[in-house]
């Protein structure tokens, strides 16, 4: 069992920025990769971006220049660096987990509102 629990959510204006966290816990040696998620509503959920174990990242055309993904290993914790946000960043973002035998973790998903 994984543990993921998202902090850094909110509000703020078109062009802004904000820093999402995920803490993990429990099988933590057994995580893969980690990366964040969103859902708009009426909207299926999107990968983000991505981090492996082994530090390369991947992330979506809309928000590439924009986001950075980070980790940091002590802390067992994953960051979303959030630049220049538009209205359509808005969306629960989700922290998600993937172990070594192919398991999925999620968070509990954290609000994002970005005001024009």
């Known amino acids: 069992q994984v543990q993921l629990v998202e902090s850094g959510g909110g509000l703020v204006q078109a062009g802004g920025s904000l820093r999402l966290s995920c803490a993990a816990s429990?099988?933590?040696?057994?995580?893969?990769?980690m990366g964040w998620y969103r859902q708009a509503p009426g909207k299926q959920r999107e990968l983000v971006a991505t981090?492996?174990?082994?530090?390369?990242?991947n992330y979506a055309d809309s928000v590439k220049g924009r986001f950075t993904i980070s980790r940091d290993n002590a802390k067992n914790t994953v960051y979303l660096q959030m630049h220049s946000l538009k209205p359509e960043d808005t969306s629960v973002y989700y922290c998600?987990?993937?172990?070594?035998?192919?398991?999925?973790?999620w968070g509990q998903g954290t609000q994002v509102t970005v005001s024009s």
């Open positions: 998600h987990a993937r172990l070594s035998d192919i398991s999925d973790y």
């Open positions: 429990g099988r933590i040696f057994s995580i893969n990769a």
């Open positions: 981090i492996t174990i082994g530090g390369g990242t």
